[in-house]
Protein backbone atom coordinates (compact mmCIF):
# COMPACT_ATOMS: atom_id res chain seq x y z
CA UNK A 1 0.00 0.00 0.00
CA UNK A 2 1.44 3.75 -0.60
CA UNK A 3 1.41 6.00 1.71
CA UNK A 4 -0.99 8.83 1.53
CA UNK A 5 -0.37 11.81 2.11
CA UNK A 6 -3.94 13.44 3.19
CA UNK A 7 -3.27 16.17 5.59
CA UNK A 8 -4.06 19.16 5.98
CA UNK A 9 -3.53 24.41 8.35
CA UNK A 10 -1.37 27.71 8.48
CA UNK A 11 -2.37 30.91 6.27
CA UNK A 12 -1.83 32.07 2.67
CA UNK A 13 1.62 34.05 1.98
CA UNK A 14 2.58 35.99 -0.35
CA UNK A 15 6.41 37.14 -1.08
CA UNK A 16 7.99 40.91 -1.01
CA UNK A 17 11.22 42.14 -1.21
CA UNK A 18 13.10 44.31 1.32
CA UNK A 19 15.86 46.68 0.23
CA UNK A 20 17.88 45.34 2.60
CA UNK A 21 21.18 43.71 0.31
CA UNK A 22 23.46 40.75 1.35
CA UNK A 23 26.66 40.07 -0.12
CA UNK A 24 28.07 36.38 -0.12
CA UNK A 25 31.48 35.55 -1.44
CA UNK A 26 31.60 32.35 -4.08
CA UNK A 27 33.65 31.37 -7.20
CA UNK A 28 31.62 33.24 -9.27
CA UNK A 29 32.21 36.24 -7.65
CA UNK A 30 30.66 38.55 -4.87
CA UNK A 31 27.00 37.85 -5.35
CA UNK A 32 24.53 40.94 -3.92
CA UNK A 33 21.36 39.48 -3.09
CA UNK A 34 18.42 40.88 -1.25
CA UNK A 35 16.61 39.66 1.83
CA UNK A 36 12.90 38.58 1.03
CA UNK A 37 9.87 38.65 3.89
CA UNK A 38 7.42 35.42 2.71
CA UNK A 39 4.26 37.07 4.28
CA UNK A 40 4.27 35.83 7.84
CA UNK A 41 7.20 32.55 7.60
CA UNK A 42 9.76 34.97 7.96
CA UNK A 43 12.88 35.92 6.16
CA UNK A 44 14.83 34.35 3.11
CA UNK A 45 18.11 35.60 1.09
CA UNK A 46 18.13 35.14 -2.31
CA UNK A 47 20.45 35.36 -4.52
CA UNK A 48 19.32 34.93 -8.23
CA UNK A 49 21.36 34.64 -11.86
CA UNK A 50 24.27 33.24 -10.60
CA UNK A 51 26.52 32.13 -12.92
CA UNK A 52 27.89 28.15 -12.32
CA UNK A 53 29.64 28.31 -15.95
CA UNK A 54 30.85 29.99 -19.21
CA UNK A 55 28.61 31.36 -21.47
CA UNK A 56 27.89 28.32 -23.81
CA UNK A 57 27.91 30.74 -26.77
CA UNK A 58 29.89 31.17 -30.59
CA UNK A 59 31.96 27.54 -30.62
CA UNK A 60 30.76 26.73 -27.11
CA UNK A 61 26.79 25.33 -28.76
CA UNK A 62 26.35 22.16 -28.14
CA UNK A 63 29.63 21.42 -26.20
CA UNK A 64 30.20 20.36 -22.24
CA UNK A 65 30.07 23.89 -19.75
CA UNK A 66 33.40 25.00 -19.15
CA UNK A 67 34.55 26.19 -15.50
CA UNK A 68 33.95 29.83 -14.42
CA UNK A 69 37.93 31.15 -14.62
CA UNK A 70 39.40 31.87 -11.10
CA UNK A 71 39.24 35.57 -12.17
CA UNK A 72 35.46 35.48 -11.78
CA UNK A 73 35.80 35.57 -8.12
CA UNK A 74 36.80 38.77 -8.17
CA UNK A 75 34.20 40.59 -9.66
CA UNK A 76 30.80 42.07 -8.11
CA UNK A 77 27.31 40.73 -9.17
CA UNK A 78 23.86 42.06 -8.48
CA UNK A 79 22.26 38.92 -7.92
CA UNK A 80 18.54 40.48 -6.83
CA UNK A 81 16.84 39.16 -10.17
CA UNK A 82 17.04 35.82 -12.31
CA UNK A 83 18.96 35.34 -15.37
CA UNK A 84 17.01 34.52 -18.79
CA UNK A 85 15.68 30.97 -19.40
CA UNK A 86 17.67 29.15 -22.01
CA UNK A 87 16.44 29.03 -25.12
CA UNK A 88 13.03 26.92 -25.22
CA UNK A 89 9.85 26.54 -26.66
CA UNK A 90 6.92 28.81 -25.16
CA UNK A 91 5.83 27.79 -22.29
CA UNK A 92 2.07 26.05 -21.35
CA UNK A 93 1.02 27.17 -18.45
CA UNK A 94 -1.30 24.07 -18.27
CA UNK A 95 1.05 21.89 -18.41
CA UNK A 96 2.11 22.49 -14.94
CA UNK A 97 -0.08 25.31 -13.01
CA UNK A 98 -1.05 28.91 -13.49
CA UNK A 99 0.44 29.89 -10.51
CA UNK A 100 3.68 29.37 -11.20
CA UNK A 101 6.16 32.54 -12.33
CA UNK A 102 5.98 32.66 -16.48
CA UNK A 103 5.46 36.25 -16.90
CA UNK A 104 8.65 36.49 -18.13
CA UNK A 105 9.69 35.42 -21.62
CA UNK A 106 13.64 36.46 -21.81
CA UNK A 107 15.62 33.80 -22.87
CA UNK A 108 19.20 33.70 -23.94
CA UNK A 109 22.00 31.10 -24.46
CA UNK A 110 24.05 32.68 -21.99
CA UNK A 111 21.87 31.20 -19.48
CA UNK A 112 23.48 28.81 -17.29
CA UNK A 113 22.77 30.06 -13.95
CA UNK A 114 21.53 28.90 -10.40
CA UNK A 115 19.27 30.67 -7.31
CA UNK A 116 19.74 30.26 -4.07
CA UNK A 117 17.22 30.36 -1.16
CA UNK A 118 18.52 30.52 1.88
CA UNK A 119 16.09 30.51 5.20
CA UNK A 120 16.49 32.78 8.01
CA UNK A 121 15.93 30.20 10.89
CA UNK A 122 17.53 29.28 14.21
CA UNK A 123 19.71 26.08 13.75
CA UNK A 124 23.05 24.78 15.48
CA UNK A 125 24.56 23.64 12.67
CA UNK A 126 24.84 23.67 8.62
CA UNK A 127 21.87 23.44 6.65
CA UNK A 128 21.10 20.72 4.24
CA UNK A 129 21.09 21.70 0.45
CA UNK A 130 17.89 20.57 -1.85
CA UNK A 131 19.12 20.84 -5.78
CA UNK A 132 15.88 21.07 -7.77
CA UNK A 133 16.16 20.29 -11.54
CA UNK A 134 13.04 21.69 -13.66
CA UNK A 135 11.95 20.02 -16.61
CA UNK A 136 8.80 19.28 -18.54
CA UNK A 137 9.37 17.49 -21.65
CA UNK A 138 13.86 17.95 -22.23
CA UNK A 139 12.25 21.14 -24.04
CA UNK A 140 11.40 22.73 -21.22
CA UNK A 141 13.10 24.08 -17.81
CA UNK A 142 12.96 27.10 -15.99
CA UNK A 143 14.43 27.79 -12.98
CA UNK A 144 12.45 30.86 -12.29
CA UNK A 145 9.18 29.08 -12.39
CA UNK A 146 10.23 27.70 -9.09
CA UNK A 147 10.31 29.80 -6.17
CA UNK A 148 12.14 28.26 -3.41
CA UNK A 149 11.59 30.21 -0.57
CA UNK A 150 8.76 28.78 0.83
CA UNK A 151 10.53 25.40 0.85
CA UNK A 152 13.54 27.04 2.34
CA UNK A 153 11.56 28.78 5.03
CA UNK A 154 9.76 25.34 6.25
CA UNK A 155 11.74 22.95 5.02
CA UNK A 156 14.52 24.93 6.80
CA UNK A 157 16.86 24.27 3.80
CA UNK A 158 18.85 25.83 1.52
CA UNK A 159 17.09 25.42 -2.00
CA UNK A 160 18.71 25.54 -5.56
CA UNK A 161 16.96 25.76 -8.58
CA UNK A 162 19.07 25.19 -12.07
CA UNK A 163 18.89 26.39 -15.06
CA UNK A 164 20.29 24.19 -18.03
CA UNK A 165 20.41 23.98 -21.73
CA UNK A 166 17.60 21.90 -23.17
CA UNK A 167 16.15 21.23 -26.66
CA UNK A 168 18.48 21.28 -29.56
CA UNK A 169 21.09 23.21 -27.55
CA UNK A 170 21.31 21.15 -24.70
CA UNK A 171 20.46 17.51 -26.31
CA UNK A 172 22.13 17.84 -30.14
CA UNK A 173 24.20 15.14 -30.88
CA UNK A 174 26.47 14.83 -33.88
CA UNK A 175 29.01 12.49 -31.81
CA UNK A 176 32.09 14.60 -31.96
CA UNK A 177 33.69 16.07 -29.17
CA UNK A 178 32.30 19.66 -29.63
CA UNK A 179 28.52 18.57 -30.29
CA UNK A 180 28.63 15.15 -27.98
CA UNK A 181 24.82 15.35 -26.83
CA UNK A 182 23.39 15.08 -23.32
CA UNK A 183 25.33 18.75 -22.43
CA UNK A 184 22.12 19.68 -20.41
CA UNK A 185 22.98 17.10 -18.12
CA UNK A 186 26.49 17.83 -17.94
CA UNK A 187 25.14 21.34 -17.29
CA UNK A 188 23.04 19.93 -14.09
CA UNK A 189 26.73 18.23 -12.84
CA UNK A 190 28.42 21.54 -13.68
CA UNK A 191 25.37 23.29 -11.34
CA UNK A 192 26.51 20.77 -8.65
CA UNK A 193 29.97 20.99 -8.27
CA UNK A 194 29.49 24.64 -7.78
CA UNK A 195 26.96 23.85 -4.90
CA UNK A 196 29.68 21.51 -3.51
CA UNK A 197 32.00 24.04 -3.91
CA UNK A 198 30.28 27.23 -2.45
CA UNK A 199 27.14 26.24 -0.77
CA UNK A 200 29.13 26.60 2.47
CA UNK A 201 29.66 30.35 2.00
CA UNK A 202 26.13 30.52 2.56
CA UNK A 203 25.77 28.23 5.81
CA UNK A 204 24.97 25.01 4.12
CA UNK A 205 26.50 21.78 4.55
CA UNK A 206 28.24 20.54 1.03
CA UNK A 207 28.06 16.51 2.69
CA UNK A 208 24.01 16.85 2.94
CA UNK A 209 23.06 17.34 -0.73
CA UNK A 210 19.59 16.52 -2.13
CA UNK A 211 19.17 16.20 -5.81
CA UNK A 212 15.52 16.66 -6.81
CA UNK A 213 13.56 17.02 -9.81
CA UNK A 214 9.69 16.81 -11.58
CA UNK A 215 9.32 14.60 -14.62
CA UNK A 216 12.47 15.53 -17.09
CA UNK A 217 14.19 17.27 -13.94
CA UNK A 218 13.26 13.69 -12.20
CA UNK A 219 14.23 11.88 -15.16
CA UNK A 220 18.31 13.84 -15.16
CA UNK A 221 18.36 12.87 -11.16
CA UNK A 222 17.42 9.04 -12.38
CA UNK A 223 19.82 9.40 -14.87
CA UNK A 224 22.99 10.75 -12.49
CA UNK A 225 22.10 8.50 -9.89
CA UNK A 226 22.82 5.50 -12.15
CA UNK A 227 25.74 6.90 -13.78
CA UNK A 228 29.24 5.39 -13.39
CA UNK A 229 30.86 8.47 -13.08
CA UNK A 230 32.10 8.40 -9.73
CA UNK A 231 32.17 11.73 -8.27
CA UNK A 232 30.00 12.46 -5.28
CA UNK A 233 27.73 14.99 -5.58
CA UNK A 234 24.78 14.31 -3.85
CA UNK A 235 23.86 12.22 -1.31
CA UNK A 236 20.10 11.86 -1.78
CA UNK A 237 17.67 11.79 -4.47
CA UNK A 238 13.95 12.91 -4.84
CA UNK A 239 12.33 12.01 -8.06
CA UNK A 240 8.26 13.28 -8.50
CA UNK A 241 7.15 11.62 -11.65
CA UNK A 242 9.82 10.68 -13.77
CA UNK A 243 12.41 7.84 -14.06
CA UNK A 244 14.21 7.77 -17.46
CA UNK A 245 13.66 4.55 -19.24
CA UNK A 246 12.72 3.39 -23.07
CA UNK A 247 13.06 4.97 -26.30
CA UNK A 248 10.29 7.30 -25.55
CA UNK A 249 13.65 9.11 -23.11
CA UNK A 250 16.94 7.76 -24.79
CA UNK A 251 17.86 8.29 -28.78
CA UNK A 252 19.61 5.81 -30.59
CA UNK A 253 20.20 7.45 -33.45
CA UNK A 254 21.17 11.13 -32.76
CA UNK A 255 22.55 12.11 -36.32
CA UNK A 256 18.86 11.61 -37.93
CA UNK A 257 17.38 14.40 -36.25
CA UNK A 258 21.01 16.54 -36.05
CA UNK A 259 20.62 16.27 -39.82
CA UNK A 260 17.59 16.67 -40.32
CA UNK A 261 17.81 19.79 -38.44
CA UNK A 262 20.70 21.13 -40.42
CA UNK A 263 19.13 20.56 -44.07
CA UNK A 264 16.26 23.05 -42.15
CA UNK A 265 18.53 25.79 -41.30
CA UNK A 266 20.43 25.32 -44.57
CA UNK A 267 23.54 23.34 -42.86
CA UNK A 268 23.68 20.51 -44.72
CA UNK A 269 27.74 19.90 -45.15
CA UNK A 270 29.43 16.55 -46.53
CA UNK A 271 31.31 16.78 -43.46
CA UNK A 272 29.72 16.19 -39.73
CA UNK A 273 32.92 18.66 -38.29
CA UNK A 274 31.47 21.59 -41.24
CA UNK A 275 27.70 20.63 -40.35
CA UNK A 276 28.19 21.23 -37.05
CA UNK A 277 30.67 24.23 -37.44
CA UNK A 278 27.50 26.03 -39.40
CA UNK A 279 24.94 25.14 -36.91
CA UNK A 280 26.68 26.77 -34.09
CA UNK A 281 26.51 29.62 -36.18
CA UNK A 282 22.60 29.80 -36.97
CA UNK A 283 20.90 32.46 -34.73
CA UNK A 284 19.51 30.89 -31.54
CA UNK A 285 15.80 32.09 -32.49
CA UNK A 286 16.06 30.47 -35.89
CA UNK A 287 17.51 27.41 -34.68
CA UNK A 288 14.93 26.77 -31.98
CA UNK A 289 11.82 27.77 -34.34
CA UNK A 290 13.38 25.13 -37.77
CA UNK A 291 13.23 22.69 -34.24
CA UNK A 292 10.00 23.70 -33.45
CA UNK A 293 8.69 23.74 -36.94
CA UNK A 294 10.20 20.29 -38.47
CA UNK A 295 8.54 18.50 -35.02
CA UNK A 296 12.35 17.54 -34.27
CA UNK A 297 12.48 15.71 -30.59
CA UNK A 298 16.04 16.01 -28.95
CA UNK A 299 16.53 13.92 -26.34
CA UNK A 300 19.60 12.21 -23.70
CA UNK A 301 21.80 9.68 -25.65
CA UNK A 302 24.18 7.01 -24.78
CA UNK A 303 27.14 8.49 -24.29
CA UNK A 304 29.30 5.42 -22.82
CA UNK A 305 29.89 8.24 -20.12
CA UNK A 306 27.05 9.74 -18.16
CA UNK A 307 25.48 7.13 -19.83
CA UNK A 308 25.96 3.71 -20.59
CA UNK A 309 23.05 1.97 -19.51
CA UNK A 310 19.64 2.69 -19.23
CA UNK A 311 19.06 3.69 -14.99
CA UNK A 312 16.46 0.66 -14.54
CA UNK A 313 19.14 -1.95 -15.75
CA UNK A 314 21.87 0.09 -14.17
CA UNK A 315 20.00 -0.22 -10.76
CA UNK A 316 18.92 -3.79 -11.19
CA UNK A 317 22.23 -4.80 -11.62
CA UNK A 318 23.09 -2.37 -8.02
CA UNK A 319 25.41 -0.80 -10.43
CA UNK A 320 23.99 2.98 -9.04
CA UNK A 321 25.13 5.39 -6.46
CA UNK A 322 24.76 4.43 -2.85
CA UNK A 323 21.77 7.11 -1.84
CA UNK A 324 18.91 7.43 -0.18
CA UNK A 325 15.95 7.90 -2.29
CA UNK A 326 12.14 9.23 -1.94
CA UNK A 327 9.88 8.59 -5.51
CA UNK A 328 6.36 10.22 -5.62
CA UNK A 329 3.71 10.43 -8.42
CA UNK A 330 0.20 11.63 -8.45
CA UNK A 331 -3.32 9.95 -8.22
CA UNK A 332 -3.76 10.74 -11.94
CA UNK A 333 -0.72 11.22 -13.98
CA UNK A 334 -2.57 10.14 -17.11
CA UNK A 335 -3.54 14.25 -17.12
CA UNK A 336 -0.06 14.63 -18.89
CA UNK A 337 -2.06 12.80 -21.98
CA UNK A 338 -4.86 14.83 -22.05
CA UNK A 339 -3.14 18.07 -21.76
CA UNK A 340 -1.39 16.53 -24.75
CA UNK A 341 -4.39 15.69 -26.81
CA UNK A 342 -5.80 19.20 -25.58
CA UNK A 343 -2.51 21.09 -27.29
CA UNK A 344 -3.11 19.02 -30.62
CA UNK A 345 -6.52 19.74 -30.73
CA UNK A 346 -7.61 16.08 -30.77
CA UNK A 347 -11.57 15.09 -31.61
CA UNK A 348 -9.95 12.61 -28.66
CA UNK A 349 -10.21 15.41 -26.12
CA UNK A 350 -13.27 16.72 -26.08
CA UNK A 351 -14.71 13.13 -26.25
CA UNK A 352 -12.67 12.23 -23.06
CA UNK A 353 -14.12 15.74 -20.82
CA UNK A 354 -17.57 14.22 -21.91
CA UNK A 355 -16.76 10.74 -21.74
CA UNK A 356 -18.12 9.99 -24.96
CA UNK A 357 -14.97 7.33 -25.84
CA UNK A 358 -15.18 4.31 -27.88
CA UNK A 359 -13.78 1.19 -27.34
CA UNK A 360 -12.47 2.33 -30.99
CA UNK A 361 -11.26 5.01 -29.37
CA UNK A 362 -9.44 3.63 -26.82
CA UNK A 363 -7.68 0.72 -29.11
CA UNK A 364 -6.22 3.60 -31.38
CA UNK A 365 -5.39 6.24 -28.43
CA UNK A 366 -3.39 3.00 -26.93
CA UNK A 367 -1.49 2.13 -29.95
CA UNK A 368 -0.39 5.75 -30.52
CA UNK A 369 0.88 5.88 -26.98
CA UNK A 370 2.78 2.47 -26.94
CA UNK A 371 3.99 3.45 -30.08
CA UNK A 372 5.01 6.99 -29.07
CA UNK A 373 7.00 5.09 -26.07
CA UNK A 374 8.39 2.59 -27.61
CA UNK A 375 8.95 4.07 -30.73
CA UNK A 376 8.00 0.84 -32.69
CA UNK A 377 4.68 -0.92 -33.73
CA UNK A 378 4.28 -3.19 -31.22
CA UNK A 379 0.76 -4.77 -32.05
CA UNK A 380 0.82 -7.45 -30.06
CA UNK A 381 2.02 -5.35 -26.67
CA UNK A 382 -0.98 -2.54 -27.63
CA UNK A 383 -3.39 -5.83 -27.63
CA UNK A 384 -1.86 -6.77 -24.13
CA UNK A 385 -2.38 -3.14 -22.30
CA UNK A 386 -5.96 -2.84 -24.26
CA UNK A 387 -6.88 -6.62 -22.24
CA UNK A 388 -5.23 -5.34 -19.25
CA UNK A 389 -6.72 -2.03 -18.37
CA UNK A 390 -10.30 -2.77 -19.82
CA UNK A 391 -10.25 -6.05 -17.07
CA UNK A 392 -8.53 -3.96 -14.32
CA UNK A 393 -10.52 -1.23 -14.84
CA UNK A 394 -13.89 -2.23 -16.65
CA UNK A 395 -16.15 -0.63 -13.30
CA UNK A 396 -14.98 2.79 -14.12
CA UNK A 397 -15.37 3.00 -18.08
CA UNK A 398 -13.31 3.96 -20.63
CA UNK A 399 -12.09 7.35 -19.59
CA UNK A 400 -10.84 5.64 -16.46
CA UNK A 401 -9.24 3.32 -18.31
CA UNK A 402 -7.41 5.83 -20.67
CA UNK A 403 -5.83 8.14 -17.93
CA UNK A 404 -4.38 5.15 -15.53
CA UNK A 405 -3.14 3.71 -18.44
CA UNK A 406 -1.27 6.62 -19.73
CA UNK A 407 -0.37 7.75 -16.20
CA UNK A 408 0.86 4.07 -15.61
CA UNK A 409 2.83 4.11 -19.05
CA UNK A 410 4.97 7.12 -18.64
CA UNK A 411 5.63 7.40 -14.96
CA UNK A 412 3.69 5.16 -12.23
CA UNK A 413 4.83 1.94 -13.32
CA UNK A 414 8.32 3.36 -13.52
CA UNK A 415 8.45 5.00 -10.44
CA UNK A 416 6.97 1.59 -8.56
CA UNK A 417 9.62 -0.48 -10.37
CA UNK A 418 12.09 1.64 -9.62
CA UNK A 419 11.46 1.88 -5.93
CA UNK A 420 11.41 -1.81 -5.68
CA UNK A 421 14.71 -2.45 -7.64
CA UNK A 422 16.23 -0.40 -4.93
CA UNK A 423 14.99 -1.68 -2.15
CA UNK A 424 16.76 -5.19 -2.95
CA UNK A 425 19.68 -3.89 -3.23
CA UNK A 426 19.30 -2.01 0.00
CA UNK A 427 22.12 0.49 -0.50
CA UNK A 428 19.93 3.16 0.74
CA UNK A 429 16.97 3.41 2.54
CA UNK A 430 13.57 3.93 -0.22
CA UNK A 431 10.33 5.64 0.28
CA UNK A 432 7.70 5.74 -1.67
CA UNK A 433 4.45 8.40 -2.24
CA UNK A 434 1.46 8.41 -4.06
CA UNK A 435 -0.12 12.35 -4.10
CA UNK A 436 -4.14 12.24 -3.87
CA UNK A 437 -5.48 15.49 -3.35
CA UNK A 438 -7.20 17.29 -5.80
CA UNK A 439 -6.46 21.29 -5.33
CA UNK A 440 -9.00 23.21 -4.12
CA UNK A 441 -7.89 25.67 -7.18
CA UNK A 442 -7.27 22.85 -10.15
CA UNK A 443 -7.85 23.47 -13.55
CA UNK A 444 -8.08 19.89 -14.75
CA UNK A 445 -11.41 18.55 -15.40
CA UNK A 446 -13.31 17.70 -12.65
CA UNK A 447 -13.22 13.60 -12.74
CA UNK A 448 -9.63 14.04 -12.27
CA UNK A 449 -7.93 14.06 -8.89
CA UNK A 450 -4.36 14.72 -7.94
CA UNK A 451 -2.57 15.74 -11.27
CA UNK A 452 0.44 15.45 -13.09
CA UNK A 453 2.76 18.21 -10.91
CA UNK A 454 0.27 18.62 -8.08
CA UNK A 455 2.69 16.84 -5.50
CA UNK A 456 5.54 19.89 -6.36
CA UNK A 457 2.94 22.67 -5.68
CA UNK A 458 2.37 21.97 -2.35
CA UNK A 459 6.18 20.24 -1.40
CA UNK A 460 7.68 23.23 -2.66
CA UNK A 461 5.04 25.36 -1.01
CA UNK A 462 4.22 27.27 -4.30
CA UNK A 463 -0.02 26.78 -3.01
CA UNK A 464 0.75 29.88 -0.98
CA UNK A 465 0.96 32.12 -4.03
CA UNK A 466 -2.52 31.47 -4.34
CA UNK A 467 -5.03 33.90 -2.60
CA UNK A 468 -7.29 31.41 -1.28
CA UNK A 469 -6.14 27.68 -0.08
CA UNK A 470 -8.11 25.85 2.51
CA UNK A 471 -6.12 25.67 6.05
CA UNK A 472 -6.05 21.67 5.05
CA UNK A 473 -4.36 22.63 2.20
CA UNK A 474 -1.66 25.22 3.95
CA UNK A 475 -1.27 22.20 6.50
CA UNK A 476 -0.43 19.63 3.90
CA UNK A 477 1.89 21.78 1.96
CA UNK A 478 3.35 22.62 5.29
CA UNK A 479 4.09 18.94 6.12
CA UNK A 480 5.24 17.93 2.86
CA UNK A 481 7.66 20.73 3.41
CA UNK A 482 8.87 19.50 6.57
CA UNK A 483 9.24 16.19 5.68
CA UNK A 484 11.18 16.59 2.75
CA UNK A 485 13.76 19.19 4.90
CA UNK A 486 13.71 16.03 7.34
CA UNK A 487 14.79 14.13 4.65
CA UNK A 488 17.43 16.49 3.71
CA UNK A 489 18.71 16.90 6.99
CA UNK A 490 18.63 13.08 8.56
CA UNK A 491 17.70 10.63 5.48
CA UNK A 492 14.27 10.07 6.79
CA UNK A 493 10.93 11.77 5.58
CA UNK A 494 8.98 11.06 8.99
CA UNK A 495 7.94 13.75 11.19
CA UNK A 496 8.12 13.88 15.07
CA UNK A 497 4.42 13.67 15.70
CA UNK A 498 2.01 11.86 13.78
CA UNK A 499 3.79 11.04 10.40
CA UNK A 500 5.66 7.90 10.95
CA UNK A 501 6.49 7.38 6.89
CA UNK A 502 7.76 3.95 6.96
CA UNK A 503 10.63 2.49 4.19
CA UNK A 504 9.63 0.51 0.81
CA UNK A 505 9.89 -3.04 1.34
CA UNK A 506 8.23 -5.40 -1.70
CA UNK A 507 5.63 -6.96 1.06
CA UNK A 508 4.34 -3.93 2.51
CA UNK A 509 4.47 -1.37 -0.46
CA UNK A 510 4.53 1.36 1.43
Known sequence: MRLALVLALLSASSVF???????????????NGVRTKVSNLGYVRQFLGVPYAQSPIGQLRFAPP???????????????????????????????????????EEMSEDCLTLN????????????????????????????????????????????????????????????????????GLLDQRMALKWVKRNVAHFGGNPGKVT?????????????????????????????????????YVFDSAPLNVTSKLAHAVGCHRDSVADMVSCLQG?????LLNNSLRTGLSFRPIFDGELIVEEPMAAVKKGRHQAVDVIIGTNQHEGSLCLLTLQHLQSNFYNRLVKDQLTIEDLDEMVRYHVHDFTKNEHEALAK??????????????????YVHFCGDMYIAAQAEQMARLLSQHKRGSVYLYQFAHRPSFSAQ?????????????????LVFKQRHITKQEALLSKRMSLSLGSFALKSNPSLVDDLNWPEYNQESQH
Open 116 to 183: VYVPEVKVTDRLPVIVWLPGEGFDYAMARHFDGSYLALQGKVIVVTVNYRVSAFGFLSALTADAPGNV
Open 17 to 31: TTASDQSVQTSSGLL
Open 282 to 286: VPAAE
Open 445 to 461: PDFLGAAHGDDVLFSMG
Open 66 to 104: FALGEDAASRRLDSSRHGPSCYQPPHMKEVISEILDTDS
Open 211 to 247: LMGRFTGSMSASIHLASPIKERLFEKVVLQSGIAVGD
Open 384 to 401: LVLHEYRYQHAKEGLRSQ
